[in-house]
């Protein structure tokens, strides 16, 4: 089963405007880490949150961290409409080998 | 630096057929996995080599799915026979120690079973 829910499944924003997705997981976790994948390709690595850490950030990404509701955010600002693609968190858990269990995954679209 | 390699990228083939795909993961990256995503979900860890020792395949179902990373470079992910709940991208990702740390994907590979 997955670890992760991912909210909303869909979003649909102006470009321009802020993207924020939400992903909550059950169990404790030793990072958190983001991607996306463009309509038809692989992942691409975004952003990797430890548990010991709050909010990190690179470019227009903004992630945050609540280990006490087992959530994490992703803020996307000034969006553009290359930005539009699913985004996905996966969990890497505590003495489960490094793998990463991912949630359903937002599916972003930024119109022009 | 050279990313994650995967063929084919399509496959189409019908029920009871057998399938291969194959990964070149990222130079000097230790650990290698293997991914099934089926459309509208987010991907699942199938399984997951450390050099050429398997270090989880509770996921892959062993009566039809085989893999191997025989000289702990390159891999192979067999179905045999396909099913037609089989038809998913097979992502082949790579990082340099298995530890949690990013992990670098390839394009995929798109099998759809008739």
């Known amino acids: 089963s997955q670890q992760g829910e991912e909210d909303p499944q869909a979003l649909s924003i102006q470009e321009g405007e802020n993207a924020t997705m939400n992903c909550s997981y059950k169990t404790s976790i030793n990072n958190l880490q983001w991607y996306r994948q463009n309509s038809g390709r692989g992942l691409v690595h975004l952003i990797l949150?430890?548990?010991?850490?709050r909010e990190k950030h690179s470019g227009r990404l903004r992630v945050t961290l609540d280990t006490s509701k087992k959530s994490s955010s992703l803020l996307i600002t000034a969006s553009r409409a290359a930005d539009t693609a699913s985004y996905f968190c996966?969990?890497?858990?505590?003495?489960?080998?490094?793998?990463?269990?991912f949630g359903q995954g937002t599916e972003l679209s930024v119109k022009p | 630096e050279a990313g994650v390699a995967q063929s084919p990228r399509y496959k189409i083939i019908e029920k009871r057929q057998s399938v291969a795909f194959w990964c070149n993961p990222i130079?000097?990256?230790?650990?290698l996995y293997w991914y099934q995503q089926i459309l509208g979900q987010g991907p699942k860890l199938l399984i997951q080599?450390?050099?050429?020792?398997?270090?989880?395949d509770s996921q892959l179902p062993k009566d039809r799915f085989s893999a191997e990373r025989l000289k702990g470079v390159d891999s192979t992910l067999k179905i045999q026979p396909a099913k037609l709940e089989d038809s998913a991208v097979y992502l082949c990702a790579s990082s340099l120690t298995g530890t949690g740390e990013t992990q670098y994907f390839g394009p995929g590979t798109r099998l759809l079973v008739l």
């Open positions: 996966a969990t890497v858990l505590y003495n489960q080998g490094g793998k990463l269990i």
């Open positions: 080599f450390q050099n050429n020792g398997v270090v989880d």
């Open positions: 130079s000097g990256h230790a650990t």
């Open positions: 949150i430890r548990s010991n850490e």
